[in-house]
């Protein structure tokens, strides 16, 4: 006998107390079925929920039911009904073609014994099945309940289900748009529109601290929405109100997320210590357990995700500060003199982005173009520094530096190195395929190496060497434009000739 012990039923938050009914679809082609069905469940509730009956008393009119009534918990399903198997069908339709997996399904047939096969069973994932004659009132209650117990679970899993793919596209969108600024923006857009009508969001924290030193670790509001976005680089102090900084202190002290009324505050975890702070009003009064779930996962990770990216960043920097010490170091080996790399990494930034490249190759190309001669360290001294033309033998030892710099960067895992490998190795090819080491043509020839072969040259040509005096401006433009479609790709070359007022200007900031 299926006594029911309320007791066992665990203690429902208030989160989850709502307004409104669990939706059971009845159907039957006798309406003496409805009337007893009702009756029996009449004073049923589930998690302070009563039921709302919704009658069909035939098959075509069931699946009517089920289209308009997509959020229906429990369909008590009558098989024989205009033909012998229409309930059947019914349960075929609800899952093949409404493609509802959430309703139960419970069957009830008209004559004992009469079980619907196995098959439509296990296929149509049918709850349970019934004989009319046993449903007692008593079983009836029983069956519902277990069947909205496993409605609940399943909507909470679909739920659960939905907010993680929203997080792991939130993550995706994050690294994507890999820039600092936008990424806390990016984090608190996605909580934000998870939880619906928030009005007001901010995230403070004391990692943009204008005093570093400071000990009292002031936070400060890094990115607002709503009425917040004005605030940004003030201190909390000066953006909330005297109530809201009580339950701010609390999360921070407590290292906890504190729900107040309409608000909340969420202290993010950090690797580095930092105290960071996410602060939303205008939340809804009840959160659903998978909504709380879902700033606690978010509060755990922002800050740390966050960290992750600037420590990519730092990385990054360190990595363009050695490229940049190194490169300068080997110039001070030959004549060239000091700005070189410096004007070409620039002007190759330009080219890129004049050329359609994203603004990460266009910063790819940045960090890692200095590199493009890094080979002319195995070249002796009396050949790199020689004050006149190179006989035939010396030029091929100094047309080796491509392959050489090659070799001293290939097979990183670094992006910037590995940039700077390509670069090493085709800066010196010919779009017409007369260049060096491989005589490579066109496309064949790297993108960077593309860029670098142009911004090389036109920097070489615009300053003195030890082999040669400066060119000017127009003789520069004349020799460049003559090269098109021969050293050049031509489409280069027309960006090239868009942007020599500014190159220009590139050339002044850093003379010889
Ligand atoms: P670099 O001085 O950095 O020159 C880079 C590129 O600029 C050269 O690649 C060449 O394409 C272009 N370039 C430089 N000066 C002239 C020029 O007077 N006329 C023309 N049309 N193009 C010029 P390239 O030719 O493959 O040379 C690679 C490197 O070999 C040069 O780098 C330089 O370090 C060395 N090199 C080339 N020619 C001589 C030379 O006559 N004497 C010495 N000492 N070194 C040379
Ligand atoms: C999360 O994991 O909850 C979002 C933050 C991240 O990108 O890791
Ligand atoms: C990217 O940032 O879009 C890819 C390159 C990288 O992860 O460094
Ligand atoms: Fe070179
Ligand atoms: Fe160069």
Same mark, same amino acid.
């Given at each position: 006998?299926? !006594? ?24 039957? !082609?006798?309406? $003496?079925?409805? &009337? %007893? +069905? ?9 998690? @302070? ?108 899993? =679909? ?25 806390? $923006? ?5 909580? +934000? ?27 400060? %509001?890094?990115?607002?929405?709503? @009425?917040? =976005? ?12 005297? *109530?809201?900084?009580?339950? #701010? ?46 700033? $606690? ?9 966050? $960290? ?9 920097? +360190? ?28 002007? #190759?930034?330009?080219? &890129? ?40 033998? =010396? ?30 190795? !085709?800066?010196?090819?010919?779009? !017409? ?32 060497? #030890? ?14 434009? =003559? ?18 007022? *500014? ?10």
């Amino acid at each position: 006998m299926d !006594d029911f012990l309320f007791s066992d039923e665990p203690q429902e938050e208030v989160s989850n107390i709502v307004q409104g009914t669990w939706k059971v679809i009845i159907v039957d !082609d006798e309406p $003496e079925v409805h &009337a %007893v +069905t009702k009756l029996a469940l009449s004073d049923f509730e589930f998690q @302070d929920k009563r039921l709302e009956f919704i009658s069909a008393y035939s098959g075509e009119e069931a699946k009517a039911m089920i289209d308009n009534h997509p959020d229906a918990a429990i369909v008590l399903l009558d098989v024989v009904m205009e033909t012998d198997d229409a309930g059947l069908k019914v349960a075929q339709y609800i899952r093949e073609t409404a493609k509802n997996n959430h309703i139960r399904i419970i069957l009830r047939t008209g004559q004992p014994g009469q079980a619907p096969e196995r098959q439509v069973i296990v296929n149509y994932d049918i709850n349970d099945y019934k004989s009319k004659t046993e449903l007692t009132a008593q079983k009836l209650f029983t069956v519902v309940m277990s069947s909205l117990r496993s409605y609940r679970d399943i909507l909470s899993i =679909e739920q659960s289900r939905q907010g993680l793919e929203k997080i792991i596209k939130a993550s995706r969108d994050i690294f994507a748009a890999h820039s600092l600024e936008n990424f806390i $923006e990016g984090v608190m857009q996605q909580l +934000t529109s998870l939880l619906g009508t928030v009005d007001k969001a901010m995230y403070a924290t004391s990692l943009v601290a204008s005093n570093p030193d400071d000990n009292q670790k002031k936070l400060v %509001v890094f990115s607002g929405r709503g @009425d917040f =976005e004005r605030s940004e680089g003030k201190a909390i102090e000066d953006v909330l109100d005297n *109530e809201q900084l009580l339950a #701010c202190k609390q999360a921070l002290q407590d290292k906890t997320i504190v729900y107040k009324n309409n608000y909340l505050f969420a202290y993010c975890c950090s690797e580095y210590n930092h105290n960071s702070m996410l602060f939303i009003s205008g939340i809804p009064q009840y959160l659903t357990d998978t909504q709380r779930h879902l700033i $606690e996962i978010f509060s755990q990770n922002v800050q740390l995700a966050y $960290e992750n990216v600037q420590l990519q960043s730092e990385v990054e920097a +360190t990595q363009q500060e050695l490229v940049l010490r190194l490169s300068e170091a080997l110039e001070q080996r030959s004549t060239e003199t000091g700005n070189h790399v410096k004007r070409v990494s620039h002007i #190759c930034n330009s080219l &890129a982005l004049g050329y359609g490249l994203s603004k990460r190759e266009a910063e790819l190309i940045r960090l890692a173009s200095p590199l493009h001669d890094v080979g002319k360290v195995g070249i002796p001294d009396a050949i790199l520094n020689k004050p006149a033309k190179l006989t035939d033998e =010396e030029w091929a030892i100094m047309q080796t530096h491509a392959q050489k710099g090659h070799a001293i960067l290939k097979g990183s895992k670094r992006d910037i190195v590995k940039a700077g490998a390509e670069v090493a190795r !085709d800066h010196h090819e010919k779009w !017409d395929g007369t260049g060096y080491p491989q005589g490579l043509v066109g496309e064949n020839i790297h993108i960077f190496g593309r860029i670098v072969a142009l911004a090389d040259v036109y920097d070489a040509l615009r300053h003195k060497r #030890c082999y040669k005096e400066a060119w000017s401006v127009e003789a520069v433009v004349s020799e460049i434009n =003559e090269q098109k479609g021969k050293h050049f790709e031509p489409k280069l070359v027309d960006v090239f000739n868009q942007q020599v007022d *500014e190159l220009e200007k590139i050339l002044a900031l850093y003379p010889d």
